[in-house]
């Protein structure tokens, strides 16, 4: 063993991490670790204008997100649900003061444990003006309840385009992460 491995392990010990603990997180996830996809949630509030058609926002992100994870998760034949954030068990809903699963994480991890899943996927489109939207969006390791991607990412544009590149984007990196077992690597591979 070089010295330098020996003082880096040294220094990992003393931090109190054990040195296995490190190469034992990296690594790819069992073939049948479900994901749980809550439905995208839409916050207008702060919005300067408020239009009939911002409410579509969010079933826009849902779909986009279902059909990008289909397509990245097909080949390594990973399950994922998409669970309708308004429908969660009366449990669920208590934890939360009767207020939707979509963005508690408590409560999304809650949905996920009922339904088996290793990781939890929260979105969240926001409107700020006609032109900039946002996309807040985490996925949750079911596990220990550790928010390994968390994503803000500012939408210029039409809604429509941006959000469906944004869900894209975050689909991707979703199932390299749980590929990579809870590793985020920003690059593709």
Not at 66 to 94: K, M, N, Y
Not at 146 to 170: A, C, H, W, Y
Request: proline share 4%.
């Amino acid at each position: 063993m070089t010295h330098a491995l020996r003082a880096l392990l040294t220094s990992i010990t003393l931090l109190g991490i054990a040195p296995g603990a490190l190469v034992a997180q990296a690594g790819p996830e069992a073939p049948d670790a479900s994901i749980t996809v809550l439905t995208t949630a839409l916050y207008t509030d702060q919005a300067n204008v408020r239009e009939a058609s911002d409410s579509t926002k969010s079933g826009l992100g849902t779909e986009v997100l279902r059909q990008r994870l289909e397509e990245q998760v097909a080949a390594q034949l990973r399950p994922f649900t998409v669970t309708d954030s308004l429908a969660t068990s009366s449990e669920a809903l208590e934890l939360t003061g009767r207020v939707p699963c979509d963005v508690k994480v408590a409560c999304a991890l809650m949905v996920a444990r009922q339904q088996d899943a290793r990781w939890v996927v929260m979105t969240k489109v926001s409107k700020t003006s006609n032109l900039i939207w946002v996309l807040s969006a985490q996925l949750i390791r079911v596990e220990n309840g550790q928010i390994v991607l968390d994503d803000s990412t500012e939408l210029k544009g039409d809604p429509d385009v941006m959000i469906r590149v944004g869900m894209r984007i975050f689909a991707d990196r979703v199932v390299r992460t749980v590929r990579d077992g809870g590793v985020a690597n920003n690059f593709p591979s």
